[in-house]
């Protein structure tokens, strides 16, 4: 079974920058798609941002766009997101997430907590 960790989240002011990474381990298939995600209390999850493994066509939802800048290392099997200028919405917990072509996003990481503080 495919498994994802985490990690790089953390506290971090008004303005600043983190940069979140994603391990993947135990592939038996081909990924076709990672992706962020974020869902703070009471909320829904969020796709922030994705990438395709191969060709590295990427997304980005509206609020994070020229903020946000997801990339990958297909080597290392491990998807980044490069986060800058953050506010206190990016306040979050963050889950790494991957599909198969064809489904949705069946694995998904721990989660890891943004914090932005004013």
């Known amino acids: 079974q495919l498994q994802l960790v985490e990690s790089g989240g953390g506290s971090v002011q008004a303005g600043g920058s983190l940069r979140l990474s994603c391990a993947a381990s135990?592939?038996?298939?081909?990924?076709?798609?990672m992706g962020w995600f974020r869902q703070a209390p009471g909320n829904e999850r969020e796709l922030a941002a994705s990438i395709r493994w191969s060709g590295g066509d990427t997304y980005y939802t509206d609020s994070v766009k020229g903020r946000f800048a997801i990339s990958k290392d297909n080597a290392k099997n491990t998807v980044y997101l490069q986060m800058n200028s953050l506010t206190p919405e990016d306040t979050d917990v963050y889950y790494c997430?991957?599909?198969?072509?064809?489904?949705?996003?069946?694995?998904w990481g721990q989660g890891t907590q943004v914090t932005v503080s004013s």
């Open positions: 135990r592939l038996t298939f081909s990924l076709h798609t």
């Open positions: 997430a991957a599909r198969q072509s064809g489904r949705g996003y069946d694995y």
